[in-house]
């Protein structure tokens, strides 16, 4: 295994989440001070904060929306929250220093996006917001059991197959838009035929996996002492993933009441 400048084994450590890269915690100093390094409970006190800003943001869309019932009350926030949420996601993944000042608007931004789009299909299909958050704490908390336990373990046949298989989903999401801009519908990705919903479970599948890429970096990270930091790094790349889970879960349950 690769040591590091003072001689301690590191681990090179891959996963599938654009916030968390193959190289984000090698190449980094270790703080001497013990208060100054990264720290499990650091992160997820930060995730907590994180998860607590996006859903109080993600309120003001959702009660505007379903006040009002006009589309047009929630289009700037998702206008601002998707495009806002996207920059500053591309900011933080390059620029990991700045993540103590960026992953709060990062959350808000997600918040406003989420909130806009669950307030829309509550109004069609009523219950499937709390349906599709009860859905990915649950995914959240089972692969994290999973993961504590041993049952999933982060090796590196499961690290190349998780981040083989998302980057195929985003290909597959990119060249479905780029068809769209053609008029060129995808019913396979966005209907409610037994395929469609086969592809979002497996895509969901492959986010929950995720979970598990992400849990084992940040505990990585810890263990090795990077610069503190990284919590609020480790905070946002695990935030990437429960945003993404989440929407595909909304995704998949608004296309099987379609049935």
Same mark, same amino acid.
Request: proline share 5%.
């Given at each position: ?22 190289? !984000? ?17 650091? !992160? ?7 998860? +607590? ?6 309120? %003001?869309? %959702? ?67 709390? =349906? ?23 090796? =590196? ?6 981040? *083989? ?19 060129? *519908? ?15 479970? +497996? ?20 263990? =090795? ?6 919590? %609020? ?10 945003? %993404? ?15």
């Amino acid at each position: 295994m690769p040591l590091d400048n003072d001689g301690r084994v590191t681990r090179t450590v891959r996963t599938g989440n654009p916030g968390l890269n193959a190289r !984000t915690f090698l190449d980094l100093p270790r703080p001497a001070a013990a208060e100054d390094r990264m720290t499990l409970e650091g !992160t997820i006190n930060r995730s907590f904060l994180l998860l +607590v800003v996006l859903m109080g943001c993600a309120l %003001w869309p %959702w009660s505007q929306y379903l006040h009002s019932g006009s589309a047009a009350t929630v289009a700037a926030p998702l206008l601002i929250g998707t495009f806002g949420g996207l920059v500053l996601a591309v900011i933080i993944s390059f620029k990991a220093p700045l993540a103590p000042y960026l992953a709060l608007p990062y959350a808000a931004c997600e918040g406003l996006a989420i909130g806009a789009i669950s307030a829309v299909l509550e109004r069609r299909y009523p219950g499937i917001a709390i =349906q599709a958050v009860a859905l990915t704490f649950g995914v959240l908390a089972a692969m994290l059991l999973a993961y504590k336990t041993g049952l999933i373990r982060a090796t =590196q046949r499961l690290r190349a197959i998780v981040v *083989s298989a998302t980057g195929a989903i985003m290909l597959l999401y990119l060249v479905s838009m780029l068809l769209r801009l053609f008029h060129i *519908s995808t019913p396979f990705l966005y209907g409610s035929s037994p395929l469609s919903l086969g592809i979002s479970l +497996v895509i969901i599948a492959v986010a929950a996996l995720n979970l598990v890429l992400d849990f084992d970096m940040i505990e990585s990270g810890a263990a =090795q002492g990077v610069p503190r930091y990284m919590e %609020w790094y480790g905070a946002f790349g695990l935030l990437v993933t429960l945003v %993404w889970l989440y929407l595909e879960i909304l995704r998949f349950l608004g296309n099987a009441r379609q049935r």
